[in-house]
């Protein structure tokens, strides 16, 4: 959270703009699913061929009025494969939603689909190849293009409050939310807000210039985890990410590697040294860096536009 949206806090205003939910952090709520929501579309195959950009939605059951913060959740595969509906997101996205967060999973284009970033990724393109650009670069691309198209989509809801949007991505997915996030602004690539990132055995695919990290008052918040042993994205990138981050000094973050651990693992079951699971660490991360201490449920929002 920016220090100026925290300092606002303390702000009383005349005016109450609106009450937001600020999520539990154990499993309060119910919740619906609504699927296969057309968010946008995107290009495929090269010929001008449009394809539908689709995302499942998993709502709690907060009453109207109370806009929520945005889960949005990545798949991974390599950007190759993988899907808004695999066993990795449907683990996690209920119990977030449980939890007051409004998630949406979402499908983006891959490899076999032949994707065409949009034009707003030229500048980002232009750098890593231009036309020569390898394919697994055009990949990564469109799934960041739909990643913004995604957060462009949901933003204009009435039930979820924009500066409280959090990026949740596994592999592939997390070398998306990474890239989106932080390496953005390097490429003059205006992005929405992002509050805070959730890394699971990620990297930043050493595409990027100049310092990721280099506003860590405004930069997202970053949780990550790895396993050292990882043999599909090698830990090292998340050792190469620590460095930057001490380089930079910020933004917030925390860093939980498994030793001996492969490529994946289960939330639930590993634990930090402390003993929490990973899982409820991710949640207790999010509640001491975006939400600050607040007190949990809809509040008053305070901190109007105070920068």
């Not at 119910?30 to 689709?54: A, F, H, K, P, R």
């Not at 689909?113 to 691309?141: C, E, H, T, Y």
Request: contains cysteine.
């Amino acid at each position: 959270m920016k220090n100026s949206q925290r300092a606002a806090m303390g702000l009383i205003l005349a005016v109450v703009l609106t009450a937001c939910v600020v999520p539990s952090s154990t499993a309060t709520y119910s919740y619906t699913v609504e699927s296969n929501i057309v968010y946008g579309q995107g290009e495929v195959g090269g010929g001008g061929q449009m394809e539908d950009l689709l995302l499942d939605l998993y709502i709690p059951d907060i009453a109207p009025g109370n806009p929520m913060p945005l889960m949005l959740m990545i798949h991974g595969g390599g950007f190759v494969g993988g899907s808004k509906t695999g066993s990795g997101i449907t683990a996690y996205a209920p119990e977030y939603a449980q939890r007051g967060y409004l998630v949406a999973s979402i499908n983006y284009r891959l490899d076999g689909d032949d994707p065409v970033p949009s034009a707003r990724m030229d500048p980002m393109r232009a750098q890593l190849g231009g036309a020569n650009a390898p394919q697994i670069v055009i990949n990564i691309l469109a799934a960041i293009d739909d990643t913004l198209t995604a957060m462009d989509f949901l933003h204009e809801r009435d039930d979820i409050y924009a500066p409280w949007t959090i990026l949740w991505g596994s592999s592939a997915g997390a070398v998306t939310s990474l890239l989106t996030a932080y390496s953005l602004d390097d490429f003059g690539i205006a992005t929405p807000p992002i509050a805070a990132v959730i890394d699971l055995w990620g990297g930043l695919y050493g595409i990027s210039i100049g310092t990721p990290f280099d506003d860590p008052e405004n930069d997202a918040a970053l949780f990550i985890t790895h396993g050292t042993a990882d043999p599909t994205v090698p830990y090292a990138q998340t050792e190469t990410i620590v460095a930057q981050l001490a380089a930079a000094g910020g933004p917030e973050n925390v860093v939980y590697p498994i030793e001996g651990a492969g490529h994946g693992y289960n939330l639930f079951n590993r634990t930090t040294p402390d003993g929490t699971s990973l899982f409820q660490a991710t949640v207790d991360f999010l509640g001491d860096t975006v939400f600050n201490g607040l007190p949990e449920g809809p509040i008053l929002e305070l901190f109007a536009d105070a920068g």
